[in-house]
């Protein structure tokens, strides 16, 4: 059976998709390229089998969905492509309107987790479908994936709050952005080839991890950035869904059902081994 797969449309997914870009590696299955938001929706109506998808629409759906192994997209403690951009710090914005990209549910949730647990602020989320046009104006405004990596480009660094950084100097833990699921259904019907395509997956990380400026290569013609750009970027990015990665997940859940976003921290975060699908 061959598996509708998604893969997330931003230039961060690149160490894990370029060998299939590449004409490296063959993937088992079909891929959707779309933002984490829509990957979300579409594996939850059905429409996917398996993806990657937000780390809080996973903790949100545990029931219905399968934790696969090995693979996530996070950081240690920058992360650069998920910001605050603000004039104000965050300290400053009790009651402030904080202008929110729709295109990712975890990033949303880990500006509240700031904001609310790290900071004791209960700003007023706005949804914005032009989230770059707000941080031009002048708005605070949570900024994601590529426009995220611009507004380090192109506004004051003073304004630019890395949220992986944040995170980070306050908890001790790494980020945990994306996992990779698959439904629950979808798992229980085709084991073999959910397997197979998460083989697929690391294998082509692993061919990423030793063709790193062909994987450059890829993300300068999608969206060129500076000399050595991406180099440093996929430097501060980790992919690896080892133990540390799971415990800074965890410790995002707790958040989660701190701020009231989720009723329990998923059975799956409670030992290690039982994140792992063999």
């Known amino acids: 059976m061959m598996l509708r797969c998604g ?3 931003y230039t961060n997914d690149l ?6 870009d590449a004409g490296a590696i063959e993937y088992p299955g079909t891929l959707h390229a779309d933002v984490p938001a829509r990957l979300n929706q ?4 059905g429409e996917l089998d398996m ?8 903790a949100e759906n545990w029931r219905d969905l399968v934790l696969l192994p090995d693979l996530c997209i996070g950081a240690r ?3 650069v492509s998920v910001v605050l951009v603000s004039p104000n710090a965050p300290a400053s914005l009790e009651g402030a309107r904080v202008y929110v990209s729709d295109e990712s549910a975890s990033g949303r949730a880990l500006l509240r987790i700031i904001l609310e647990r790290r900071y004791g602020r209960r700003p007023v989320y706005v949804d914005e479908p032009r989230p770059y046009e ?4 002048g708005h605070p405004t949570l900024l994601i994936g ?3 990596i611009d507004a380090h480009e192109r506004f004051p660094a003073e304004t630019v709050y890395d949220l992986g950084r944040l995170w980070h100097e306050w908890s001790g833990r790494q980020t945990v952005f994306a996992v990779w699921a698959a439904r629950r259904d979808a798992y229980e019907r085709s084991p073999l080839a959910v397997r197979a395509c998460m083989h697929a997956l690391t294998d082509a990380y692993t061919w990423s991890r030793a063709h790193g400026e062909d994987v450059v290569a890829l993300a300068q013609r999608a969206i060129p950035r500076p000399a050595g750009f991406y180099e440093r970027y996929y430097g501060k990015l980790n992919f690896m869904f080892h133990v540390a990665a799971q415990d800074g997940l965890a410790a995002y859940c707790r958040e989660l059902m701190q701020i009231g976003a989720i009723a329990q921290v998923p059975p799956a975060l409670e030992k290690a081994s039982d994140v792992l699908v063999s």
């Open 7 to 9: 893969r997330i449309k």
């Open 15 to 20: 160490p894990v998709y370029a060998a299939f």
């Open 42 to 45: 579409m594996l939850l109506a």
């Open 51 to 58: 993806s990657p998808i937000s780390a809080f629409t996973w």
């Open 77 to 79: 403690d920058d992360v």
């Open 134 to 137: 707000r941080a031009e104006a």
């Open 146 to 148: 590529d426009a995220a």
